[in-house]
């Protein structure tokens, strides 16, 4: 076997989070900037750090997430874990990543000195080896999104069916027929009517709707 350089003798363990969003009819993405010279300079990543010795991966997803981007409670699942023996070009990491989401009502008035939400289309060149992991993630939002009710945590708590269908042709990339989605999510039962319409909109307010459990369901959507 091939004797490793020893600047990759051991390996150690970090988190990535891919944290998405859905803002605007947009979906987003939370990243911070990255500038560790000469290999990564003046690019950006998604957040992420060292696992300590005495937590677990998804305790360390939460210590990170709220010291580095100030995020808390927010739902997370891991993800996959990365470990080509180069992907970070300093020292031997493995990364376990984790996917996170985030309702729009808290990105939108979201601040941070060292992270922002910024839209997925626009991200390009990540560092290490993020532009993968950011593939990963969405690969796993879409499917997840045709078998369960995890659109809830892209979406207000009150919403109306049609911003529920946008979330849904934006991120799969496909045009859903209006009737027929409609139909589909009444007849499961996975949301309901709250009895209030919208406020503050030009046209005829639409009636919101809320999801009828918090927990995450499977079942067969699309």
Known sequence: ??????????AVMAIDAVVFSFIDGKLYALVGPIHRPPHYSNTQGFLGGIIDADETTEQASVRILKEKGGLEKIYLEQLYTFSAVERD???RVVSVAYLGLVRPDIAERYEHRDAKFVPVATLKKLAYDHDEMLLTALTRLRGKLTYTTIAQHLLPKQFTLSELQTVYEVVLQKELD???F???LLALGIVKETGRMQEGVKNRPAALFEFTSKQL???SIL
Request: hydrophobic share 25%.
């Open 178 to 180: 209006k009737r027929n």
């Open 182 to 184: 409609r139909k589909k």
């Open 1 to 10: 076997m091939k004797k490793a350089p020893e600047r990759l003798r051991f």
């Open 89 to 91: 070009k300093r020292n």
């Open 217 to 219: 369901t499977e079942l």
